[in-house]
């Protein structure tokens, strides 16, 4: 009797398991929704498709599911390859105990498979497609060797056809996505509830969430748009050194002169900011010592479209309670 009771209880204690197992398994929706926003900012900054960076992500990890992933952040399966001076793994892969790349978060490893992208000589042919031919990007990569695997363009092109990741290449993808798939959480939902009506000054450090690293530089998203914030002594020859990017180039981003200069604190864009909000909030209420220039910052709206939307003039004061449409 007792030796029927034990086997019961081990046999519950498996499905039991087994179901904690399942659950904690991570969709592939879930993942677009956990990084599609990376993927389409490196997307504008790099020109990859940000529908083959998520399909890559989802098949080489198997969503964050594969144990190389969840052992080392790798989500592109990139092995070491000699220039690598990095943490290292070892997985079987085409041959026993491989060397692959090692990061201290899924973020680097999205950094650093864009750098390898656009880095690597053997895929430069792949740049001359545009950032939507997505089945272009595939056959080069498979061209280009990226993988072994002989249908592995086809694996690719599947996995965006059968999700709609192609949306994701489009003018406003992240929306047209989420539409999509009827999705209402979003990266920036927090960021909306709790500034939408406030009439406290916003503190951007109440929302500020570090996604990379940069010689030294904290790297920030807003609206999918990445930024730093500048540090004492700071000009946007630094910055733009830093960066790889000219000053007048990083002027533009940020909408300001040529003679315009840093202070320390300052957002500043290291790429071309959005033509409009990109999340949910249709509004900003004005708070004190505001003007369309901070507002336009702070939400990383490009100053000439934030003008246009309110049918404004530049260099319009706008007041305490004033309404600012965002899109």
Not at 77 to 87: A, P
Not at 207 to 214: D, Q
Not at 295 to 321: C, F, T
């Amino acid at each position: 009797m007792k030796r029927s009771v034990l086997i019961l209880l081990f046999a519950l204690a498996g499905v039991v398991s087994v179901s904690a197992a399942a659950k904690e398994r991570q969709t592939r929706e879930e993942y677009v929704e956990k990084y599609k926003a990376i993927a389409i900012a490196h997307m504008e900054r790099y020109g990859i498709p940000a529908s083959i960076t998520m399909a890559q992500g989802i098949l080489e990890s198997d969503s964050g599911n594969s144990h190389l992933s969840k052992s080392s952040n790798n989500h592109f399966g990139i092995k070491c390859k000699k220039s690598w001076t990095g943490d290292k793994v070892y997985h079987d892969d085409d041959a026993k105990g491989e060397c692959f790349r090692a990061y201290p978060s899924v973020e680097a490893s999205y950094q650093d498979h864009a750098d390898f992208l656009d880095q690597s000589p053997r895929y430069d042919s792949l740049f001359i497609y545009q950032s939507d031919d997505y089945r272009s990007w595939a056959r080069g990569l498979k061209a280009a060797g990226y993988a072994t695997a002989p249908d592995y363009a086809e694996r690719l092109v599947k996995i965006i056809e059968s999700m709609k990741l192609y949306l994701l290449d489009k003018e406003n993808g992240g929306k047209m996505y989420s539409a999509a798939k009827n999705a209402t959480a979003n990266t920036e939902a927090w960021f909306e509830s709790n500034i939408a009506t406030s009439d406290e000054q916003i503190n951007p450090n109440a929302f500020r969430v570090t996604v990379n690293s940069h010689k030294g530089y904290g790297v920030y998203r807003t609206n999918h748009t990445f930024y730093v914030v500048a540090k004492e002594g700071d000009t946007f020859e630094s910055v733009g050194n830093a960066f790889d990017i000219s000053p007048k180039m990083l002027r533009k981003f940020n909408d300001v002169a040529k003679d315009a200069t840093l202070a320390k604190g300052n957002i500043v864009y290291i790429e071309r900011k959005k033509t409009q909000w990109q999340g949910n909030m249709m509004q900003h209420k004005v708070v004190r010592d505001e003007n369309l220039y901070s507002i336009s910052q702070s939400y990383g709206i490009r100053l000439k479209s934030l003008i246009k939307l309110n049918n404004m003039r530049a260099g319009e004061d706008v007041k305490k309670g004033d309404i600012i449409r965002l899109k």
